[in-house]
């Protein structure tokens, strides 16, 4: 990045966090404008890529060819995806995202798996998924039901839950019924030497049911 001195450029989350982390380390300030999308972008992230000098402007659509919303300079709102490009091409219908486009039955309205809202201001935020499938850091698309169950047997039959994590790979967080847990953490070392890197898991936490379920 010193070399080129780019001042635009479009990034991933995940590539986003390796920057910062260069930056960091050196203790090098680049003025420059990121354009960050292809996953969720943690607002910790994007606060410390702004102490480096980078403005990070978050978009969001179906593919990186059909924008549905964007941060821009001068209208943005840090933790949203930007307002609406075209506010008569997108609607919420029971809270997921659904864009109309053309295909060969004329103007059609398909549905994305996104759960989101819009406030005061326009904003579009994203809350969540409609479907059991989600997407990494990376970009990378997940099926988690059959990871979790796998996990299931490896935590002794604690309930577990799978968060994509905002740098790489998986958060696991295990629901137990006591506050006696016994994971065999040997098991979740050798899980991760046998998954693909967006599958392995990077951070693990323990929760009783009873304080779950106040939680939520």
């Known amino acids: 990045l010193r070399e080129s001195q780019a001042n635009l450029f479009t990034i991933t989350p995940s590539l986003l966090h390796q920057l910062v982390v260069d930056l960091e380390s050196s203790k090098h300030i680049h003025k420059c404008i990121a354009i960050c999308s292809g996953?969720?972008?943690?607002?910790?992230?994007?606060?410390?890529?702004?102490?480096?000098?980078?403005e990070v402007l978050t978009m969001y659509g179906?593919?990186?060819?059909?924008?549905?919303?964007?941060?821009?300079?001068?209208?943005?709102?840090?933790?949203?995806?930007?307002?609406?490009?075209e506010e008569d091409h997108v609607r919420l219908?029971?809270?997921?995202?659904e864009y109309k486009r053309k295909d060969a039955?004329?103007?059609?309205?398909?549905?994305?798996?996104?759960?989101?809202?819009?406030?005061?201001?326009?904003?579009?935020?994203?809350?969540?998924?409609?479907?059991?499938?989600?997407?990494?850091?990376?970009?990378?698309?997940?099926?988690i039901i059959n990871l979790e169950k796998e996990l299931e047997k490896v935590t002794n039959?604690?309930?577990?839950?799978?968060?994509?994590?905002?740098?790489?790979?998986?958060?696991?967080?295990?629901?137990?019924?006591?506050?006696?847990?016994s994971v065999d953490k040997k098991a979740l070392m050798e899980w991760n030497d046998e998954h693909e890197r967006h599958e392995k898991l990077t951070r693990l936490a323990y929760i009783t049911r009873a304080?779950?379920?106040t939680f939520i």
């Open 39 to 54: 996953a969720a972008l943690d607002l910790a992230l994007q606060k410390r890529a702004e102490a480096c000098g980078i």
């Open 62 to 85: 179906a593919s990186d060819c059909l924008m549905i919303s964007a941060n821009t300079q001068h209208n943005k709102c840090n933790g949203s995806v930007g307002q609406l490009i």
């Open 211 to 213: 304080d779950f379920n």
């Open 105 to 143: 039955s004329g103007l059609m309205w398909h549905a994305l798996e996104d759960l989101g809202a819009l406030d005061e201001n326009g904003f579009l935020h994203l809350h969540g998924r409609a479907s059991e499938t989600i997407k990494t850091a990376e970009g990378l698309f997940i099926h």
């Open 157 to 181: 039959g604690c309930q577990c839950i799978i968060y994509p994590n905002p740098q790489n790979g998986l958060d696991l967080v295990c629901i137990t019924d006591s506050e006696k847990i």
């Open 93 to 97: 219908q029971e809270s997921k995202v």
